[in-house]
């Protein structure tokens, strides 16, 4: 009984089904809580016992073969019914499983650094994140709570204000060496820019709306380097090959730990933010108002509430 599946462990199709629905090993390695050439070594792992390409490796990212499509198809509806049993025979006495969806860069940036101090207050539950870019695609049925960016109108759900979205030109230390700082504001235009492509359609701050903001009169050069992931932009950013567009919240523990600097101290403001989504169909409503206690403790100790904008209570 089940001869194809061979010495195909359990490890393997999972690393597979999670790139294969993010579309990225760096994704997948961030859910599963592990490193992107791990992924990568499984993937290759995969097709080597199976004698099939299961991704096409293009310049943007990857994409599903058509034997890795139907392969895909199977292995999710394979783990889900898997997970459904293990459900079933789950008492009350194990750990809970908190399904959290957000975006790519607020899990890395945000959430994981902060994740330890939940995990401490509350040890009889586990966080499983699910990041993507499409806010439209993450309050799928098995989601309890989601931390989405825009303008707090969300079709999917609930959705309640976390802190608005604030940025400012950061860069290495290292490329403003010699330089007296703050640098004037139209310095701008003489860095090499880091872009984050499609940031335009996520409704994100781009570099044409950052100079818009500053009154920077030049348009932005269009720039050498272009990412479509807003961790590999700042990774950039750190090893010095220029500056990037950095997102309060989301670079503050770069920029105390030094390996980040701000070149000028304007800053621009937008009307969105992230926000907490809950689900239209509220599951598990006691586990879901811990975390979203603990979201908001955290948001209080981010200094938002400094600037006089206070939490309004939420109902779950």
């Not at 303008?151 to 204000?161: A, T, V």
């Not at 969105?272 to 169909?281: A, K, N, S, T």
């Not at 603990?294 to 109902?315: H, N, T, V, Y």
Request: charged residues 20%; proline residues 4%; contains cysteine.
């Amino acid at each position: 009984m089940f001869e194809a599946l061979g010495a195909i462990s359990l490890d393997l199709l999972r690393g597979f089904e999670a790139a294969a629905r993010l579309r990225s090993f760096t994704a997948a390695a961030i859910e599963l809580g592990t490193t992107q050439p791990a992924i990568s070594q499984q993937i290759k792992r995969l097709e080597e016992q199976l004698a099939t390409r299961l991704f096409d490796r293009i310049y943007r990212g990857i994409e599903l073969t058509d034997a890795g499509l139907i392969l895909f198809n199977h292995v999710q509806t394979g783990l889900e019914s898997i997970n459904a049993g293990l459900n079933a025979i789950t008492g009350q006495h194990q750990h809970e499983v908190l399904q959290v969806a957000t975006d790519f860069a607020f899990a890395a940036y945000w959430l994981m650094p902060r994740l330890h101090r939940f995990h401490k207050d509350n040890p009889d539950v586990d966080v499983s994140l699910v990041t993507s870019e499409r806010s439209h695609s993450m309050l799928r049925a098995d989601i309890d709570v989601a931390v989405l960016f825009g303008d707090g109108r969300f079709k999917q759900g609930e959705s309640h204000w976390l802190f608005s979205e604030e940025v400012f030109p950061v860069c290495s230390p290292q490329l403003l060496k010699g330089r007296d700082l703050p640098l004037p504001t139209e310095a701008l235009k003489d860095f090499a820019l880091l872009h984050l492509r499609g940031e335009g359609g996520n409704n994100w701050f781009d570099w044409a709306g950052v100079f818009r903001a500053l009154n920077i009169p030049q348009a932005p050069a269009p720039g050498q380097l272009r990412f479509d992931n807003y961790t590999l932009l700042i990774q950039a950013a750190i090893g010095g090959q220029g500056v990037a567009i950095g997102w309060r919240h989301l670079v503050d523990d770069l920029l105390e730990q030094g390996l980040l600097c701000r070149p000028i101290e304007a800053s621009a403001v937008s009307g969105y933010g992230y926000y907490i989504v809950l689900p239209q169909r509220k599951r598990r409503v006691q586990i879901v108002q811990r975390f979203v206690d603990w979201l908001r403790s955290e948001q209080a100790l981010s200094g938002d509430l400094l600037k006089g904008k206070a939490l309004p209570s939420i109902a779950v």
